[in-house]
């Protein structure tokens, strides 16, 4: 019973842990290519939650097949908004001050979504009724939550697609590229601000799907970031800031602790255990789990 | 990655510019306008429940001022001057300062969650602004203010009133509460409602408390409590997640693990339209909570109104409570016949109203507020889901349906 019960505590953990951890590739690709902290992160998975229930709630699209539809469209937002606002503060110039530039921009645009959001679609918080949210897949005592087990999976597969495509394609070897030295990149006839385009959209369009998954099970309102972007930032500099792999073990990391820590600690203490683990990892290995390569993607 | 002193700088004070565009500047009101504030939170997680409450105010000014204003001060109309309580004490503290700060308020209303409400009233006090609340906990009306009116019964009170309640009906069920569980998060309202119950009340009643599980919002997953719900099975679980994501969770993980222990809530937040769109209908069936206040028999009307007005499906807590404010404190300018904070003070310490749009809004239908500033004989209701509405249920004198016992 003991043992079943440290297992459900362990699939339930690594179930949570799947969409933190799609949440944070999107966060880590866009720091390992571009340098940006992006504060507004979560607001943009808050728009991907409100594309995948506008699709469910207007042409009835299931939200796990939403949350893949939801990547096109954030593409693109993502590019325009690098375009038009982030290409303004970076490529060249003094580093320190370019940092300052990011770090308000990103959360200015951060306050603004969820300020424009709560106006425009009212705070009344919404969700997408499923029927696998309430229903279990039972592998004898264990059980596991039907929504969170095909976000899992379907996060599994969307991060599979991205390390495929940065180590397979040329593309992605370009965007490495850009990520690793941009000067000589550019020598090498990359265009690095177009690359920089590709890691935002994508990081964008990634953190979207995630948003599009997290709702087939979590309700929807414009402070949902909130509940997040602190625990994807843990897991992108727990996996060594950067770092793909890295960001993605780094959120499994997070829901595993965050479970496992109820076995020992109070649940008002459930995020502390992801705290000392963070700390700990800090101080023993201060490049990140996955550091070695550090800001490379 | 490290930020040197002056990103710091720059982004702290960019959030403090953000915190002061919450207020938003204010229309030049008439010379003799009276102005009420209402410091609730409209946005941050809580922002839902601010929403109604400032549905509630407008109803309540639009009536009045329909009516010809407050006639002891000349027909003087009613303006409402909100902020926004944001997402935490500091938001809700540093709103409640600006707003009573920047022009002269008579009287204020707010801030909806106890935690905030603490923090609110204690600048109302400093400020002499007198301050109605729906707020539940105990220790809100503890600390010897002389300008902080509660109309709702306290946490402890209702805690005791809701025990004793679900005990008599489980017996009329035939169902006698041996084991109870606590699950809810630890804002101040909910932690006054547990509070007794662990303490003393469950105890006293030969109940035994086999889950006891409080967390802070918000709840990453509600696996954990939900399983140990399922391996005890309680005959009642006492119920307090006022964060709607962690209701939904624990909800949701109530059906998937098949758990059918009756849930008794602690608070209006269980009661709001969007759990039966999130939920549906059939899964809130008999799920009920005490409440400070709710729409009563003979409020028909007035509810179709509000539904009217606002297109809810149905009114809450929320909205009838801060209309009442509103009233009560039109109420107390007539009798003050003045706008002065201090006079309106006075004369909320020495109401006595049993008729009217405010006394009508709560149970029994009187208030006086005693030395501290609760309402005397402030007493709870039970609402219940029946069929993707809640329904007063308890007590039966004012029940708007009958209560329909757990299956």
Known sequence: MVLAELVQY???????????????????????????VNFAQGDFMMLGMYLTYFYAMSGGVDPL???????????????????????????????????????????????????????????????????????????????????????????????????????RTDLGKALRAAADDPEAASYQGID????????????????????????????????????FIVLMFVAVVLGGLGSIPGAFVGGLVIGLVQSLTLLVLPFQLQNTGVFIVFLLVLYLRPQGLFGRRARTV | MSFPPRTLVVVVALLLTAVAVVVPPAPAPAADDVKIALVAPLSGRWARQGQLKKMGAEMAIEEINGQGGIKALGGAKIVLREADAGDSVEKAVSAAQRVLTREKISAGIGSWLSSFTLGVTEVAERLQVPWLTLSYADSITERGFKYTFQTSPVSSLQAEQALELVTDLAKKNNRPIKKAAIVGDNTAATVFFFKPLREKLLAAKGIELVVDEVWTPPLADATAIVQKLRATQPDIVFYGATNFPDSIQVLQKVKEFSVKSPIQGVGAWLVTPE?????????????????????????????????????????????????????????????????????????????????????????????????????????????????????????????????????
Not at chain 1, 13 to 36: E, H, K, Q, T
Not at chain 1, 197 to 206: K, M, P, Q, Y
């Open chain 1, 192 to 227: 690095v601000r177009a690359m920089h385009g590709l890691a935002f959209g994508t990081g964008i369009a990634l953190v979207a799907a995630a948003g599009g998954l997290l709702a087939t099970y979590y309700p929807i309102e414009p402070s949902v970031a909130g509940n």
């Open chain 2, 275 to 407: 759990y039966v769109k999130t939920l549906g209908k059939e899964m809130l069936d008999s799920i009920q909570t005490v409440v400070a206040t709710h729409p009563m028999k003979g409020q028909e009307e007035f509810v179709k109104k509000f539904m009217q007005r606002t297109g809810e499906p149905f009114m809450t807590q929320d909205p009838l409570c801060t209309y009442a404010h509103v009233w009560l404190i039109k109420e107390a300018i007539e009798q003050a016949k003045s706008a002065d904070p201090k006079a309106i003070r006075d004369a909320l310490a020495k109401i006595d109203l049993t008729s009217g749009p405010a006394a009508s809004s709560f149970y029994p239908n009187r208030i006086k507020f005693d030395e501290r500033g609760r309402r005397i004989g402030a007493t709870p209701l039970i609402v219940q889901w029946q069929n993707g509405e809640p329904y007063t249920v308890v007590p039966a004198a004012v029940a708007t349906r009958p209560i329909a016992f757990h299956k």
């Open chain 1, 65 to 167: 097949l939403g949350a893949i539809l939801t990547i096109p469209p954030f593409f693109v937002l993502g590019f325009i908004v690098h375009r038009g606002l982030l290409a303004r503060v970076t490529g060249g110039g003094d580093p320190q001050r370019q940092m300052d530039a990011q770090l308000i921009l990103t959360l200015g645009l951060s306050l603004v979504i969820t300020n424009a959001t709560t106006m425009i679609l009212t705070p009344t918080p919404r969700g997408i009724r499923t029927t696998y949210a309430t229903q279990a897949f039972a592998l004898g005592p264990i059980l596991l939550n039907q929504a969170r087990s095909y976000a899992f999976a379907m996060a599994l597969v969307l991060a599979a697609a991205v390390y495929v495509f940065l180590t």
């Open chain 1, 10 to 36: 362990v699939a339930t953990g690594l179930l949570v842990g799947g969409v933190y951890a799609l949440m944070s590739i999107g966060l880590a690709l866009i720091f390992g290519v571009m340098r940006v």
